[in-house]
């Protein structure tokens, strides 16, 4: 039941979010991704988990110019984090179909 409503609330929540980058990656595609990548397990769209929820990460690469660069090296490569329980993990490398779909999702978590 909690894997059902994780994946509504976050289709829910792609399917309402405005703008261009959430337009190229539509709610169903990202949704799947995400399902696949086992995102959901440690991130949401705005309350922090095991690791911070994508606003907050969303908010604190807000103008940086090199966002979406960091954001892609770490998506891409499996580099060390640390949970919010003090432990520390290699973060799973996303699976994504094409580069460009992973900057679609790099570019919706920045939006929000």
């Known amino acids: 039941m909690l894997k059902f409503l994780s994946r509504t609330v976050v289709a829910m929540g792609l399917a309402s979010l405005p703008g261009v980058a959430h337009a190229e990656l539509d709610a169903a595609t990202a949704l799947e991704v995400l399902k696949r ?3 959901t397990k440690c991130h949401s769209i ?3 988990k095991n690791g911070p929820s994508y606003t907050k990460v969303s908010q604190k690469y807000k103008g940086d110019a090199q966002a979406e660069e960091k954001l ?3 998506l891409t490569s499996n580099p060390k984090v640390k949970l919010a329980d003090g432990t ?8 994504f179909d094409n580069n460009d779909q ?3 999702f790099i ?3 920045l939006s929000l």
């Not at 520390?88 to 699976?95: G, L, P, R, V």
């Open 107 to 109: 570019r919706w978590i």
């Open 46 to 48: 705005q309350k922090s």
């Open 72 to 74: 892609f090296k770490h």
């Open 37 to 39: 990548n086992d995102c």
């Open 102 to 104: 992973l900057k679609d």
């Open 88 to 95: 520390e993990e290699n973060h799973k490398k996303t699976d």
